[in-house]
Structures are given as structure tokens and as C-alpha cells.
């Protein structure tokens, strides 16, 4: 299995995964013209991807699923009230490939599965994914709102994880967010902080072969920052990689 992060961040999100001879993205808040260049970097031609899992309605995650299914022919899976809400709030175009999921439910495509998490995260029906083939569990936790009930028993599942690390408490406290902003970004539904992270990573991650943090905000944080929480933290338990909020990251295989 390897997965590629061709963006993470408030500026737009979407990852590539590969294993069993099935390719997935998830997310589209990404160009198209991006997406495309990004995965040819990496040898991958995008037009070979199998499904969009879009995990919810925010448009830095859903923005151009329409673009990738028009251009690409991708099909698109997507809650359908996330799709409802987007929808309503922005330009998504005709989508002739619309496959509607629940989070919670599986998703099957061949060899690979797709377990879909409901989060606490503000959007209409958030949803978090462990990708599962070969008996292998990679997690792909982000946008989740607080560490919520069941969180860190999926965490010691998984054996590798792109986990959100969205906020220094200290540089948001200091920051020039608006305070009902960042009330939003700390509260229950909003982003888990590098310490929020680092301890679940601490706790649960007892089979983890490396983690990736994603998702940093880029007013709220920095990559050397969080990267100093989560290594304190987990003491060189295992690899730690940070995903680009601006660029394409490396190849991670598990």
C-alpha cells in the first residue's frame, strides 16, 4: 500500500492510495490541473483512479469533485447530505457517477476496503477513512473535531496514520483569528492541536510502522512545531513525516 498526499492543508486537501491493484482519492479540494500534474510526478496517471471518497461538505475537501469526475471520469462517493449541503453552497456541476454512503458504513472496491468513521468535526456528516487490504490498516484521520469516543482504539489498529495536527495553542491564543474563530478551531467540532494529537499517537499508536501529520494550519502552526510536540511526546517510537500544505508530499509505503 502507499499513499501520497498531493495537498493537506485550509488551502485544499486530497491523498492518493494504491494497493491491490485499486487506486483511490480522497478528497477533491485540489485543482484538477494539480492533481493530475502532482500524481504524474509520482509516475501515476490520474485518469486510472478508481473512486473520489469525499469526507465531507467544507471546500477544501469537496470543491472540485465535480471537476475530477467531468475530467477524469472518476466516480464520486459521498454522504448525501454532504453532497446536499455543498451543493447548496457552491458550484459542483453535473455529476453523472454519484455513489451516496453513510458514515459508518464500508465501502467495498475488489481487494480493498474503505471503513468510513463519522467525526465530530462541523461539517452535516463528517467522515474519517481506514483504508484495509492485505491485512494491512492505514488511517486517514483528519478534520475530526475532538478526540471522540472509539478514536484511539481505531488508532491502535492501524499500521500506519495521516492524522491531523492542525493548531499551536500558543501561536492561536497569540494569533490574529478573530476569538469566535478560534473558539471554533478549539472546540469539540472543530480541529484536534499538535498536543491533542501527539497524546492519542502516544497512546494508541503501539502498532504504528510511521505517522504523517496533516492538516496544519498555516497561521496556527508550524511544521517544526508540531513535528517537536509529537517527537516528545512519542520518543522515537517510530518514524514521524509531515504532509505539505502547499505542495505535493513523498511516496509513504506501508
Not at 17 to 29: I, M, N, T, Y
Not at 118 to 135: C, I, L, M, N, R
Not at 139 to 160: M, N, P, R, V
Request: hydrophobic content about 40%; some cysteine.
Amino acid at each position: 500500500m502507499i499513499a501520497i498526499p498531493l495537498q493537506s492543508g485550509s488551502a485544499g486537501n486530497s491523498i492518493y492510495v494504491e494497493a491491490g491493484g485499486v487506486r483511490l482519492l480522497f478528497d477533491a479540494g485540489i485543482s484538477g490541473v494539480q492533481a493530475e500534474k502532482r500524481l504524474k510526478m509520482h509516475g501515476r496517471d490520474i485518469r486510472a483512479v478508481d473512486a473520489l471518497i469525499v469526507s465531507h461538505d467544507h471546500s477544501d475537501h469537496i470543491s472540485n469533485c465535480g471537476v475530477f469526475h467531468r475530467k477524469f471520469q472518476i466516480p464520486v462517493h459521498v454522504g448525501e447530505r454532504t453532497f446536499e449541503a455543498a451543493a447548496g453552497s457552491m458550484r459542483l456541476g453535473e455529476i453523472g457517477e454519484l455513489i451516496h454512503y453513510r458514515p459508518g458504513e464500508t465501502l467495498d472496491f475488489g481487494g480493498v476496503r474503505v471503513e468510513t468513521l463519522p467525526t465530530a468535526h462541523d461539517g452535516v456528516e463528517g467522515s474519517a477513512f481506514v483504508v484495509v487490504a492485505d491485512q494491512q490498516r492505514l488511517g486517514i484521520l483528519t478534520d475530526l473535531g475532538h478526540a471522540f469516543e472509539g478514536l484511539g482504539h481505531t488508532i491502535s489498529s492501524l499500521d500506519a496514520v495521516l492524522i491531523e495536527s492542525n493548531y499551536d495553542p500558543r501561536m492561536l491564543d497569540e494569533g490574529p483569528y478573530p476569538e469566535f474563530v478560534k473558539a471554533r478551531i478549539r472546540g469539540d467540532r472543530g480541529h484536534l492541536s499538535n498536543h491533542e494529537a501527539a497524546q492519542l499517537l502516544r497512546d494508541h499508536g503501539v502498532n504504528l510502522r510511521w505517522a504523517c501529520l496533516a492538516h496544519m494550519s498555516e497561521n496556527n502552526n508550524h511544521p517544526g512545531v508540531a513535528m517537536r510536540c509529537h517527537m516528545d511526546a512519542i520518543e522515537g517510537r517510530f518514524p514521524l513525516y509531515t504532509a505539505s500544505r502547499r505542495e505535493c508530499s513523498g511516496i509513504f509505503t506501508l
